[in-house]
């Protein structure tokens, strides 16, 4: 069974600064994907960055970005420029098949002024 | 466009009383899922439907039932709510094959469950 940990349960960031959240994984498979999902108090789920680990090159989307490390086994997610509505929490994932995300505890990200 | 949209946001129940929580989405997806998330925890998988008409139990289906009702509608029915199912419910769809990404699931806003 795979697993997902994010041993940051919280974390926080004054604005404009630049933040990394931790995510490690565990599988012995070699294809999969990754996910870094964010819920803000409204609690909604919302994708922010995915990546296949066929891939090398790290994901980028706008401010946020990822260090996948697949020997490691360890999906990072590096956010620039924190702007307080990134204040949530964030939630590692993995896909193996499309049947089942499988999620980390969270990280909640608190922005600071 | 409304994506994925549930019903109701929140409910309050009794013990033993039954309800469906409501899921439909409007992007033509074929897959769709039921998740609950419980304080400090990430989501786990209840059921799932590869398809219409199929459906497919997750990591903790005990005391639920799902009807995929069509391609858009997929219900999640609480037959006798026990305090253990309080919880917050997250309904999600997947894009289809030929439609990119079709890794990617996309999450409803989530109903709030509270079992007395």
């Known amino acids: 069974a795979q697993t997902v940990t994010q041993s940051q349960p919280e974390m926080s960031v004054q604005e404009a600064e630049t933040v990394t959240l931790s995510c490690t994984y565990d599988?012995?498979?070699?294809?999969?994907?990754l996910f870094w999902y964010k819920q803000p108090p409204s609690r909604q789920m919302i994708l922010v960055i995915r990546?296949?680990?066929?891939?090398?090159q790290n994901a980028t989307e706008n401010r946020f970005s990822v260090n996948f490390q697949k020997a490691a086994k360890s999906f990072s997610l590096k956010i620039s420029d924190s702007q307080l509505g990134d204040t949530a929490m964030y939630f590692c994932?993995?896909?193996?098949?499309?049947?089942?995300?499988?999620f980390g505890s969270g990280t909640q990200l608190t922005v600071l002024p | 466009n409304a994506g994925v949209t549930q019903t109701p946001k929140f409910q309050v129940l009794k013990t033993g009383q039954s309800m469906t929580l409501q899921c439909a989405q409007d992007?033509?997806?074929?897959?769709m899922y039921w998740y609950r998330q419980d304080p400090g925890m990430g989501l786990r998988l209840i059921y799932y439907?590869?398809?219409?008409?199929?459906?497919d139990k997750g990591e903790v289906p005990n005391g639920y039932n799902v009807s995929r009702l069509n391609k858009r509608e997929f219900s999640l029915r609480l037959e006798s709510a026990a305090p253990s199912q309080t919880s917050v419910y997250f309904c999600?769809?997947?894009?289809?094959?030929?439609?990119?990404?079709?890794?990617?699931?996309?999450f409803g806003p989530g109903t709030r469950l509270l079992v007395l």
């Open positions: 994932a993995f896909l193996l098949s499309a049947r089942q995300l499988t």
């Open positions: 599988t012995s498979e070699s294809n999969y994907y």
């Open positions: 990546q296949e680990a066929y891939k090398q």
């Open positions: 439907s590869a398809s219409e008409g199929t459906t």
């Open positions: 999600a769809s997947r894009r289809s094959l030929g439609q990119g990404y079709q890794e990617t699931q996309y």
């Open positions: 992007m033509n997806h074929n897959s």
